[in-house]
C-alpha cells in the first residue's frame, strides 16, 4: 500500500508575519477556509539537518550523549548536525560525522526524511554509515560535552524503543537502521 501525500491547501494563506532572525524563526500565518473561517498557524521555521548512524562491522553503533538547553538535560543521540546554506544533506552528514564521532565512511545509505513536529519547517535526512575509518574528532564549539559511546546496535535500538532514548529523529533513524540492515525488531 502506498500513502500518498496532497501538496494543495484546503486553505489560502491571508497574510503572514515573521518574527526572529534569519537561522530560526517564527511566522505566524493567518488561513481562511473554504467556508470564510479563519484559523492563525504558528509555523517555525528552522535549517534542514541530518542524523546518522555508523553501523561497525561488529555490530556496534556510536551514540553521543549531549546537552540539550530547551530540555534542561542531556540525551542520547545518533550523530546529527544541521546543513549548512547551500550544503547539500550527505556533505552535512559526512561532516558531522567526523566532528562527532571522529569516523568516516566508505558507504553511504539514505533511510529518508522525518519532521520533527508538524509545526516546524525543519527535515531531518536520516543515513546509514559503513566501512568506518576512525579519524580524530572535530567538535564544534556547543559540543564540548559531548559524550561518545561506542554501543551494540540491538542495545541502541532497544534504548529507543523503550524510552531511554527521547530524540525522536535519533528513534526513527536507529528503526530504519536496522530494517536496512536487515537486523532487530525493525527489521
Do not use: K
Not at 509555523?43 to 538547553?69: K, M, Y
Not at 533511510?111 to 535526512?125: D, E, F, I, K, M
Amino acid at each position: 500500500m502506498r500513502f500518498e501525500h496532497d501538496a494543495s491547501p484546503p486553505m489560502r494563506v491571508a497574510a503572514s508575519r515573521r518574527l526572529g532572525g534569519s537561522y530560526l524563526g517564527l511566522r505566524l500565518d493567518e488561513c481562511v477556509w473554504a467556508d470564510g473561517t479563519t484559523a492563525e498557524f504558528n509555523v517555525v521555521e528552522a535549517p534542514g539537518s541530518t542524523l546518522i548512524v555508523p553501523f561497525f562491522a561488529d555490530g556496534t553503533t556510536v551514540l553521543v550523549r549531549q546537552w540539550r538547553h530547551a530540555w534542561a538535560r542531556t540525551s542520547w543521540e545518533v550523530t546529527a548536525g544541521t546543513i549548512e546554506e547551500g550544503e547539500e544533506p550527505i556533505d552535512c552528514a559526512r561532516r558531522e560525522l567526523v566532528e562527532e564521532a571522529g569516523l568516516t565512511a566508505r558507504h553511504w545509505t539514505p533511510l529518508g526524511t522525518v519532521r520533527p513536529s508538524a509545526w516546524v519547517t525543519n527535515v531531518q535526512h536520516l543515513f546509514l554509515a559503513r566501512e568506518l575509518v576512525e579519524v580524530e574528532r572535530r567538535p564544534e564549539v556547543y559540543e564540548q560535552d559531548l559524550t561518545v559511546r561506542r554501543v551494540p546496535l540491538a542495545e541502541a535500538v532497544a534504548a529507543a524503543l523503550g524510552g531511554d532514548i527521547e530524540h525522536a529523529g535519533s528513534i526513527v533513524a536507529l528503526c530504519r537502521a536496522t530494517r536496512e540492515l536487515g537486523v532487530g525488531p525493525a527489521a
